[in-house]
């Protein structure tokens, strides 16, 4: 059979009965839309949450006190104190080669109020290096300096959701410092307010206020113990080093032979990403395969119709077979149409699938990521199926009895 007869004779066949054939791409644009968009969004999952991550600094290493409970591989320590860290852990690791910058930290939650409202945010003592290490920018006035933390200073840089907060949405930053806040009883001088990081909720990093680590420890916390050292590591190729380093330089600090007893835990921003992104990738992983399942869905309507197909031409099938069409060619004119369908159905699937990621991410403020492999390996499973899936109606046709397919009414 020729290839324009076997054109002519597909067109024929899918126009003959417009709603079923259109019923049964349905399937198949269902199941390609749904296993891009969903794909997409587990992509863009990802890329948020490794953004996010990657937005508190570059090469981090973050030591808390005591031991961490969280699971994930990335975390190192033992039983231990809260109350574990001090600034003479810092001085030690700031000599080490490999380090850029250390930023200790103290932290915890107080009410907060400002222009006769009021909000319960995180308060951090940092000194002027945090703002260098965690990436933190400043939008308008300056961060914490180094005076100011010698002199104890009274003083706060508002982050955005705080801003908001207190003094309304969309309040000029500009507007808001040199105004007085007071937290916990205590006021506070505003010198500047940070640039948006995104997020949203209480552990946002926006919703938080930076005031000089010497005056939270002396007016909060009462005492000399840090919440958690930040540090940068000059190259990144170095990072386990570092780490092993850091450990060994702080079990020595702290007097502790074992590192199971260790009373700190390390984190590598590295492991904390890649955990992420092995969790994101399970998720993308099930979500495709959840979509997937309306693919094998639309397959079995393709099988469905071809059946139904080769009952209705049986005396065709029968005719042709009389005047000298082979098995092959029978066999191959049904798989022919059984492939236009889902190929047709795979272009329209990545188009919808296309427009809904882009709907869903513009409208709904869900982060999408359309790949080209989610893409291409759509349109290569919708030809897989069209192909499978009809290989046994068109095998059934093949193998009809010319002179039982005549007679057949």
Sequence with gaps: MLLQDTIFETYSAIVSNKVRTGLTILGIVIGIASVIVMVAIG????????????????????????????????????????????????????????????????????????????????????TQEYSEVRNVEVEQGSFITEQQQDRLAKVAVLGPDVIEALYGEGTDAGEVVGNKVRINGIDFTVIGTTV????????????????????????????????????????????????????????????????????????????????????????????????????????????????????????EIGLRKAIGAKGADISAQFLFESATLTFIGGIVGIVLGVVVSWVVENFFGTTTMVSNFSILLSFGVSALIGIVFGYYPARRASKLNPIQALRYE
């Design 196 to 315: 948006s990081k995104g997020g949203t909720g209480f552990n946002s990093s926006d919703d938080v206020v930076y005031i000089p680590l010497s005056t939270y420890q002396q007016y909060f916390q009462g005492d000399k113990y840090l919440s958690m050292i930040n540090i940068k590591i000059a190259d990144q190729d170095e990072m386990e080093s570092a780490e092993t380093e850091i450990e060994n330089l702080l079990l020595a600090e702290h007097g502790i032979a074992n590192a199971s007893s260790a009373d700190f835990s390390i984190m590598n921003q590295g492991d904390i990403v890649e955990t992420a992104s092995s969790v994101t990738d399970t998720l993308t992983i099930l979500l495709g395969a959840v979509a997937g399942i309306s693919l094998v869905v639309g397959g079995i309507g393709i099988m469905n119709m071809m059946l139904t197909t080769v009952t209705e031409r049986t005396r």
């Design 43 to 126: 992509n863009g999952a990802k890329q948020q949450i490794e953004e996010n991550i990657q937005s508190i600094g570059s090469n981090l290493l973050m030591v808390r006190g005591g031991a961490q409970r969280s699971p994930g591989s990335f975390v190192r320590g033992a039983a231990g104190s809260d109350e574990s860290l001090v600034m003479s852990d810092v001085e030690a690791i700031e000599g080490l080669d490999s380090v850029a910058s250390v930023a200790p930290l103290s932290s915890g939650n107080y009410q907060v109020i400002g222009n006769g409202n009021n909000t319960r945010t995180s308060i951090n003592g940092v």
